[in-house]
């Protein structure tokens, strides 16, 4: 499992940046003012230590909501129980926060106080958001936003632009959220909140995050660390360094990653927000469990999801069940594992929270292949993939990537419209001494331009045309290559499928009359045969993944000599069924450049196919060489070899072959093919050298 952290976004907050010299001000006033006074103090206060501390928050608005009541201030009574309602929901007492902003918006429109409703109504919306129910969080603040809009309450307008923004990102609408919090950082800008900037930064990288675009992420979150003070620990500090934790899991770097979740955990505790500490429990849990700590994994994944689940936070309890399931699928405690897959599936459809379908059912399929249940793990892995396609398509990643330049360009012009202000006037000033002198410039310029274009219209016209003759025959090349990987669906997939029918309907038919040794045989074939039919649709689903671009491929500097002794102990027994002897002379420690999921691929197929076409007794040898600049590897076997024939048309899809083993193994003749398509990935090279019953050697060729 690779993509279920958790990003935190920053979504409410105040409007004034935390000051402890601002707080000891007010606290000296406090002292000296009337009791009528001290309860706005208070809710200054509240505001100061609004990303501080979450049990202060509390403290401060209580006794501002205390005093308001006596004093019959019904403004700051309201403002103080939203804020109550923000406290109590970061701090667990969900049933308490839906008392609190109920209470406010009685209050409010009681006393026709407009300002205050809206701000009612959007905190009643940052309640579902918090909780996971991102439906009816959307009904509220689209209300509470129009209202704003109408009222021009332009402060109001920004907290409910944001919030709905990150609901969009947990429906995995990423366009609509980048959209949003492109004009959130907009009228945050116009409204010099520098305080907001920096949490709504954290909102674009973290999108930026949950679309894969690493780098351009760790920017904003790099901006939001060096802008804080990490020995007075804010929700943004914090927030930045849990997801600078997301961005290095991702790419792989699992160490550096639990030193961020880390540091995270320590800076949440600090400010009381349990919230955002069960969130960390579900990243180090998984954090833990991809460097094999199992115990630690554990340990921290069932205190997220006991936390998650006392506080109704459905849409992190989601992912912490998700995340267990599977390592409790590794421990192979099967029964505690489908219970936590049941509960996360009945709470993605309970509020709509499509983000973790994906992974969902990923683990379900890998709960049906370890408990055996094939049928059920195709089919599952086939609601994967469908889902995948449903929320990473080109489309989608064009409009974000066309949203970010807006956002960049908007940006870009708001931090030079002073300057251009002043260029203006200067311009204004000047004009009616160079009015001439610019007109004949652009004459001038025009003349050259026209000139240029009809010297080079001609060659234009020529390599226009050549480009859609360029472009019609790629097109052609595919629809060909389209129609022959269908012709190879429909003649694979029709023998297999026949082997099962008949099997079983000969079982059906005739189960009484055939003996127990032949009712185990014939289960045994039908097991076989289900099996390659289960192996021929993954590969054609890889390479299908492959043509449209789908696979991501993370190449770095590592030791391949690890990884084909990894593939040896893997391919072992199979050996071992044959008498065949598997030799490693590539020396340990043996750096290239690659891929590790995808080389893994290439190597299990060309060490499986070593053993296929190796008669008993035979052997199998993995060497290695360096050669301009390259590190080759080569599997040579003392199979069955090859002819010229079938040597040319080996790696070719639309003559897809497969050939039976020395002890009549059966394929699907596509591994051959993959292993072509994800070297070229690795922008490596595949060949082969063979003589008939002389054996083959295999080649790869891969960066240094």
Not at 471 to 477: A, F, R
Not at 551 to 568: R, T, V
Request: charged letters at 25%; proline letters at 0%.
């Amino acid at each position: 499992m690779k993509k279920l952290f958790l990003f935190i976004l920053l979504i409410s907050y105040s409007l004034s940046g935390f000051s402890q010299s601002k707080i000891d001000s007010l606290e000296k006033v406090l002292k000296v003012s009337e009791e009528k006074d001290k309860a706005y103090i208070y809710f200054l206060l509240a505001k100061e230590v609004y990303y501080k501390d979450i049990l202060k928050v509390a403290a401060y608005s209580q006794k501002a909501d205390s005093l308001a009541k006596m004093h019959n201030i019904d403004s700051i009574r309201v403002n103080a129980l939203n804020i109550l309602s923000y406290a109590s929901i970061h701090s667990g007492k969900l049933e308490q926060a839906i008392i609190y902003n109920k209470k406010a918006f009685q209050i409010a429109d009681s006393s026709k106080l407009t300002k205050e409703s809206i701000s009612s109504q959007y905190f009643k919306g940052y309640y579902y958001y918090a909780t996971g129910q991102s439906d009816s969080s959307l009904f509220f603040l689209k209300q509470a936003y129009q209202r704003s809009i109408d009222s021009k309450e332009a402060r109001l307008q920004l907290q409910c632009i944001n919030t709905i923004a990150a609901n969009y990102l947990n429906q995995a609408k990423y366009n609509d959220a980048l959209e949003n919090f492109t004009r959130a950082y907009q009228l945050a800008d116009s409204l010099n909140i520098d305080k907001v900037l920096i949490n709504i930064s954290l909102n674009i990288g973290t999108t930026l995050l949950y679309n894969e675009e690493f780098d351009n992420a760790m920017k904003y979150f790099e901006k939001v660390i060096a802008k804080s003070d990490s020995l007075d620990a804010t929700i943004a500090y914090a927030a930045a360094l849990t997801n600078m934790g997301a961005c290095y899991t991702r790419k792989g770097e699992d160490e550096k990653a639990l030193g961020f979740f880390n540091r995270a955990l320590l800076a949440f505790k600090q400010l009381n927000n349990l919230i955002q500490v069960g969130l960390l429990y579900t990243n180090l849990g998984q954090t833990n469990y991809r460097l094999n700590n199992m115990e630690l994994a554990s340990s921290y994944l069932q205190k997220a999801i006991d936390l998650n689940r006392a506080n109704k936070i459905y849409t992190q309890l989601i992912i912490s069940l998700i995340i267990d399931a599977e390592v409790q699928v590794t421990n192979q405690n099967f029964s505690k594992a489908k219970l936590h897959l049941d509960e996360a599936n009945e709470l993605i459809d309970q509020y709509n929270i499509n983000t973790n379908k994906k992974d969902l059912y990923s683990n379900y399929s890998y709960y049906y292949t370890k408990t055996k249940q094939f049928e059920k793990a195709l089919e599952y892995k086939q609601k994967e993939l469908n889902e995948k396609d449903r929320t990473f398509t080109e489309t989608r990643q064009q409009q974000i990537s066309e949203l970010e330049t807006k956002f960049e360009t908007k940006l870009k012009e708001n931090e030079n419209e002073s300057l251009r202000k002043d260029l203006a006037l200067h311009k204004l000033n000047t004009e009616k001494q160079t009015q001439i002198r610019n007109f004949l410039i652009i004459v001038f310029l025009l003349v050259i331009v026209l000139v240029l274009i009809l010297l080079n219209r001609a060659r234009l016209k020529k390599l226009s045309h050549q480009i859609i003759e360029n472009q019609k025959s790629e097109l052609e090349i595919a629809n060909s290559t389209k129609d022959k990987f269908f012709a190879i669906i429909a003649h694979d997939l029709r023998s297999p499928f026949s082997a099962l029918v008949g099997l079983c309907e000969l079982l059906s038919q005739s189960y009484e009359e055939i003996g127990e040794k032949e009712r185990k045989m014939y289960i045994n074939d039908l097991h076989n045969a289900s099996m390659n039919t289960f192996n021929l649709l993954e590969n054609l689903l890889t390479w299908s993944r492959i043509q449209q671009g789908s696979i991501k491929i993370h190449k770095e500097e590592q030791d391949i000599s690890s990884l084909i002794a990894n593939i040896i102990q893997l391919t072992q027994a199979a050996a071992k069924l044959k008498n065949i002897s598997i030799i490693n002379s590539i020396p340990q420690n043996s750096i290239a450049t690659f891929d590790k999921n995808s080389t893994e691929t290439v190597l299990m197929n060309l060490v499986n196919n070593a053993i296929k076409f190796t008669h008993e007794k035979g052997s199998i040898s993995i060497s290695s060489e360096e050669k301009n600049g390259n590190f080759i590897v080569a599997i040579n076997d003392s199979g069955v070899g090859m002819t010229e024939k079938q040597i040319t048309h080996l790696f070719k899809i639309d003559e897809n072959i497969s050939t039976p083993g020395t002890n009549k193994e059966t394929g699907t003749g596509l591994g051959l093919i993959l292993c072509e398509e994800f070297m070229e990935l690795n922008n490596g090279k595949i060949w082969v050298e063979s003589k008939q019953g002389e054996g083959s050697t295999f080649y790869l060729s891969f960066e240094k």
